[in-house]
């Protein structure tokens, strides 16, 4: 398998304009660009090469890319807490599909926070018809976890004690809000990362991750949460999407648990529930079973697009 293509993608327009504000993307593709799209948008503290395990397993039948969010390896970095809101996020995955897949829908892939933005752009208005089919991953919509909470955060009902040990698993969230601690704790203890990963997540030690960048990484991701969290938990919008949606849920993720997928139902046209015995780095412990899900999801998408769409030529796989 020879390694991906390497590209820069500039987010274009000036401070505020359309959410964009001129940052560069580092992108990374795989496959070739006749075949149907899947753009792979990672999470906290990760960068692009979280990915490759599963773009390598794709590449063969789909175009595969994958892209460092901004401020997170080899991408750029912003200051200030505005360069992380969901409008700039937002403009920068338009960026992307501008420039990998202009004339044709992409099938997206999301976990974690590459999940949490990219619910912003599948249940928005922005990207509408740019997006074929959307895989979350351990990540999702802010407003669709802030109307649970308002629905379910009440004596006595089923899912309070979920949603509580849930409460305590996200400790990090509130910890992320101080200043300073955060930076000081990633620089002290991020050499230790790798040794967390393989240890408790069941991530083999071959894998191209973390990246080199990792402490800065962790440090400038911080502002992801403290641009958006408590905005979209504290008053949530009503986020529906016709977009198809397929939720790989890891059961044994423990940042994220199922409960917060509760009522997604309510939200989506189209959806299925996969769980994988897993847990939150799924698509590095288990690449094979992401990958094929991913793809026989994907395939079904465009079968379907195909036969509502007789006449159209399909590109090849």
Known sequence: MTGPTARRIAV??????????????????????????????????????????????LADRFHVT??????????????GLRAYRMSRLEADLEAVLD??????????????????????????????????SFTSISGPCL????????????????DLPKLLRQAARSWYIAYFHFP??????????????????????????HTPYPAPTLARDAVSG???????????????RDRPTTVPVQLIIPTRDFCVTPVLS?????????????PIDAGHWVQLSHPEE?????????????????????DHTPHPI
């Open 99 to 132: 420039a990998v897949s202009p004339d044709r829908p992409v099938h997206l892939v999301g976990h974690d926070w590459g999940s949490i933005h990219s619910w912003e752009s599948v249940t928005g208005t922005r990207l509408a018809g740019r997006i074929a």
């Open 143 to 158: 407003d669709h976890v802030g109307h649970l909470i308002r629905a379910r955060l009440r004596p006595r009902h089923p």
């Open 12 to 57: 274009d327009g000036g401070e505020g304009a359309d959410g964009a504000d001129g940052v560069e993307l580092a992108a990374y593709q795989w496959g070739a660009s006749t075949a149907p799209p899947v753009v792979l948008v990672h999470g906290y503290p990760d960068t692009s090469a979280v990915w490759r395990p599963v773009a390598e397993r």
């Open 290 to 310: 992401v990958a094929s899900r991913i793809a026989e999801f994907a395939h079904r998408i465009e079968e379907g697009s195909r036969r509502s769409h007789p």
């Open 180 to 205: 300073l601690l955060p930076a000081l704790t990633w620089r002290a203890l991020g050499h230790r990362w790798r040794a967390f990963l393989t240890g408790s997540q069941g991530v083999p030690g």
């Open 66 to 79: 994958a892209f460092d969010v901004r401020g997170a390896g080899a991408s750029h970095r912003p200051k």
């Open 222 to 236: 911080t502002a992801l949460y403290r641009a958006n969290m408590l905005p979209h938990l504290l008053r949530p």
């Open 262 to 274: 509760y009522g997604v139902e309510h939200w989506t046209r189209q959806i299925q529930r996969r």
